[in-house]
């Protein structure tokens, strides 16, 4: 049970947009999308929810080909957070509408979900906040029954509070309900916590996909202080810079084995910390400026 998408490509007025992406989605997973403004996110999004039509490629839901499927959609959420229909109209003939395109909609469960975030049917969306809106997203999503739902930037602009609640009901639903959820979203720190896969997307393309876990048992983030100013060919090698201060650096290793720290340990070091790993600072490795390479280019 997954989504797959494989070699999905899309050009807007002549701009490639996307290039050859293709990566799965398994069931029950929590996939962070990672890129800079700009990098083709909400395109990528768009295109698995045929809101746009792929230049190239395909996507399967269940091992379901959705063009020739149309149907197996049901088992996909998205809702586009800029253009949408929404306007004037209460939640609940939002709701009216959704339950037309989801077969298993639970109008009751909605209504039931929107009570405890003190909002009801005759809420008018225009009227919501946009902590609100957001909920009110998120809710319809779980009365789609969809196990697959995609979640464009959900922290964006919102106070702590509203954006714990979120994160709450993406673990609640996730855990109880096994849906699986692919979130985009620039509060680096938010995806940190929840996700156990993450995507980065950069110049069109997939640079990287990494399982958490796995990338945090291989690779390592380390403090490093040296006697003279002089960085050792080791790390120029094998290391980027994330950070400095003053005399500390903060580099990223890929790829550390006992071989390589007994290399670093052999320039002998003032100071050699480990330090957490977070998907912020594999951004700043994969997606950043080639310039912090050690080495230089």
Known sequence: MSIKVSGLSKTINQQPILTDISFDWPATRIIGLVGRNGAGKTTLFRTMADHYRPDAGMMTIDGQDVNQHPAARQKLFYIDT???????????????????????????????????ERLTLKSHYRQLSKGQRMLSQILLALASDAPYVILDEPFDGLDILVRERIVALIVSAAADRQISFLISSHNLDELDGL?????????????????????????????????????????????????????????????????????????????????????????????GDSRNLLGGE
């Open 82 to 116: 800029q253009n949408n229909f929404f306007g004037n109209q209460t939640l609940g003939q939002i709701a009216t509408q959704y339950a037309i395109g989801y077969a298993n909609f639970d109008t009751s469960r909605f209504d039931h979900l929107l009570k405890t």
């Open 195 to 287: 996700c156990e896969q993450a995507l980065f997307l950069k110049n069109q393309h997939l640079v990287a996909n990494y399982d958490l876990e796995t990338l945090r048992q291989r690779a390592r983030k380390l403090q490093l202080v040296f006697k003279t100013k002089t960085v050792p060919a080791v790390i120029k090698d094998h290391g980027q810079l994330i950070n400095v201060y003053g005399r500390v650096l903060e580099v990223y290793f890929d790829d550390y084995t006992d071989a390589l720290d007994a290399e670093l340990r052999a320039a002998d070091p003032v100071m050699m910390t480990d330090c957490p790993l977070t998907i912020t600072d594999v951004f700043r490795v994969k997606l």
